[in-house]
């Protein structure tokens, strides 16, 4: 067998490696949606403020709930973090605001159109302290909750890690099939 084709199958067998380490990130999701089955209506207490490295942040509600007895705390996760400098209307969502606004696939914007804002000020205009939100928790371990839905980014990275995979198999396969020739 020639060294060339021995590495494209060296080469396709660490796509499929790839490919399979893609399922725990799909598993995830699913198993995270199914243990956080339990819902209440938790009170909003305070934001969670966090600035990333890119000059992007976002602001989060926390949602105070009980079960079993004990306080629990909650809050609103998002799938990525988006600067935009237009002014969206987004109909049917209850976030849709000219400052900051979770769309439906919850993607948290900031409207940067130049101005200055107090962003605690917008989020509390947006979720006031006190008011109701839907919590979803895992009886099992209330400390493991998500405010108003569960959300996981988990599944980007198994799609990822599962095109890189199929991507290296085919291409391992065209030049196997190259060096047949």
């Not at 976030?95 to 439906?104: A, E, G, K, L, M």
């Not at 209330?142 to 991507?167: D, H, M, N």
Request: aromatic share 14%; charged share 20%.
């Amino acid at each position: 067998m020639k060294t060339e084709l021995l590495s494209c199958i060296f080469v396709c067998l660490a796509g499929i490696l790839i490919s399979l380490i893609s399922i725990p990130f799909f598993t995830h999701n699913i198993t995270l949606r199914k243990k956080c089955d339990s819902e209440t209506i938790g009170k909003i207490v305070d934001y969670k403020v966090k600035k990333l490295g890119d000059g992007k942040f976002y602001i989060s509600p926390i949602a105070e709930f009980y079960s079993d007895g004990n306080i629990y705390r909650a809050y609103r996760h998002y799938k990525g973090i988006a600067n935009t400098r237009k002014t969206y209307n987004i109909k049917n969502n209850e976030y849709s605001s000219d400052n900051i606004y979770v769309s439906d696939n919850d993607i948290f914007y900031v409207n940067k159109n130049g101005n200055s804002y107090n962003f605690r000020e917008l989020a509390y205009k947006k979720w006031p302290i006190g008011s109701d939100m839907k919590v979803l928790y895992n009886p099992k371990n209330p400390k493991q909750a998500f405010a108003e839905k569960v959300v996981t980014s988990s599944s980007v990275a198994g799609i990822v890690l599962l095109c890189v995979g199929l991507g290296i198999m085919f291409i391992s396969g065209a030049a196997a099939l190259l060096f047949l020739i």
